[in-house]
């Protein structure tokens, strides 16, 4: 009798056969609810799913687009889950499955969103998020560790993080210059000194076997991903209209000043900057929403990534909450309308960061499917992910303080806090916890620090 081990081997020696769009969209779909854990989390996921277990790709086609997605500004785990959508099923596939992606925590951000600002006051609600808080500010400050671990392999990308965290933290220069500034000496020292610009990691082919793959190693590219300048012409004329009709319709409705369009302009931008993950660009977005609109407080943005890191999809959905709480707060429809008011502006800002996304996708895709080299980082980009590192650990330090001292340095400190996000820093780092059970254990530390306290 065969074992489940030898019929598993069977299986697995034919590729599967090709894969009805209805299947597809229901395993899209449950990746949405599914995809905790950040973009590391969802990217062994769908290797999991797509490689291990469907044989939907081989683990080479599926580092490959990896590669692509890790060299684009936005959430390289959305990306992929486009890319490989398109790969199988055409320009809607790839819609499909990005769209899928995002659209369960688009919602469950609004619902939160809408109870955090409309019950917020709430001791249940306040004592969840004032044990929260101090977990964020530990998560962040891993963040960087994480990141510069990675990237800051020399001490000229040292000295690049230090140097943009005394310009952000100490001379206040925007988060767009400061990127800018680092892609320049990038490509300069690339030029000059290769060997230092050259990327701390890579995701190279793995050495697991999984049998073969229904888009395997050597799998002809279908005629739907081969580069034409006409299919690319098409992609940024379509992509164009997506981003030009919905602005230029709300400017002419209410005006370049309004605050639904400069949110719609306002995150377009900080879509084309979100190189290094979303902790790269929540400074961006800080600086933006909190000082120049004043959208949100600063605890508020504090609380909206805490409910970013406890939803499924990526990180960078933390904007949702941003134009959710901007909305709301600025009622854009007036006082008897605030709950629409938040969900159209939550869905305008979620349409205009993930527009790029699919854009780069469908335009770029191509172009990788007809080479097949390898991609690797450019030296700019090992610069600016350099530069992150400095801008990262201001944020934390940013954070922190509004934690530790709520009513400003010349109020009180929070003992309490600064004890609770010690513990969440010795959860994971020492004892490597998951940040979904710190986030949990802090919240409900909280809670019960303020049901004692009331």
């Not at 790839?94 to 899928?100: D, E, N, S, T, Y």
């Not at 001490?155 to 965290?165: G, K, M, P, T, V």
């Not at 081969?226 to 919905?246: D, Q």
Request: with cysteine.
């Amino acid at each position: 009798m065969d074992t489940a081990d030898t019929q598993e081997a069977r299986i697995i020696k034919q590729p599967p056969t090709a894969v009805p769009f209805v299947e597809a969209f229901y395993f899209w779909l449950k990746l949405g609810f599914i995809s905790f854990g950040g973009p590391a989390g969802q990217i062994s996921i769908m290797h999991q799913e797509l490689v291990e277990r469907r044989h939907w790709i081989s683990e080479r086609r599926f580092l490959h687009a990896l590669n692509y997605c890790m060299v684009l500004p936005g959430p390289e785990a959305q990306q992929l889950a486009t890319y490989i959508g398109w790969l199988m099923h055409r320009t809607w596939g790839g819609i499909i499955a990005g769209v899928l992606f995002v659209l369960p925590s688009l919602a469950i951000l609004i619902g939160l969103s809408w109870v955090y600002i409309a019950f917020g006051e709430v001791t249940i609600v306040a004592g969840l998020f004032y044990g929260i808080k101090p977990a964020i500010t530990a998560i962040v400050v891993q963040a960087a560790y994480r990141i510069g671990s990675r990237a800051l392999k020399n001490n000229i990308l040292w000295i690049l993080a230090a140097a943009s965290f005394v310009a952000i933290f100490a001379l206040n220069v925007p988060f767009p210059a400061i990127v800018a500034v680092a892609a320049l000496i990038g490509h300069v020292g690339g030029r000059i000194a290769p060997d230092t610009f050259k990327t701390g990691g890579s995701h190279g082919a793995g050495k697991a076997s999984y049998g073969p793959a229904l888009i395997d190693d050597n799998t002809p590219t279908p005629a739907h991903a081969l580069f034409t300048w006409n299919r690319l012409s098409k992609v940024f004329l379509a992509g164009g209209m997506l981003w030009a009709v919905p602005m230029v319709l709300l400017t002419l409705l209410y005006g370049w000043e309004h605050t639904l369009v400069q949110m719609s302009w306002f995150f377009t931008k900080a879509a084309l900057l979100t190189f290094g993950g979303a902790y790269a660009v929540l400074p961006y977005v800080y600086q933006g929403a909190v000082d120049h609109y004043a959208w949100l407080t600063g605890a508020q943005m504090i609380d909206g990534l805490a409910l970013g890191e406890t939803t499924p999809g990526p990180l960078i959905m933390v904007v949702t909450f941003v134009g959710f709480v901007g909305g709301y707060v600025k009622a854009v429809f007036g006082q008897d309308e605030l709950f629409l008011a938040g969900t159209t502006a939550a869905i305008l800002v979620t349409w205009f960061t993930f527009l790029p996304s699919f854009i780069f996708i469908l335009a770029g895709g191509p172009l990788v499917e007809t080479t097949h080299n390898d991609l690797k980082f450019t030296a700019p980009l090992t610069a600016i992910t350099a530069a992150v590192v400095g801008v990262i650990l201001n944020l934390a330090m940013f954070f922190g303080y509004h934690v530790l001292w709520p009513s400003g340095f010349t109020g009180q400190i929070d003992w309490i806090s600064g004890l609770i996000a010690i513990g969440a820093t010795l959860a994971l780092f020492h004892f490597k916890r998951n940040v979904i059970h710190v986030i949990a254990g802090c919240a409900l530390l909280g809670l019960v620090i303020k049901t004692v306290m009331t």
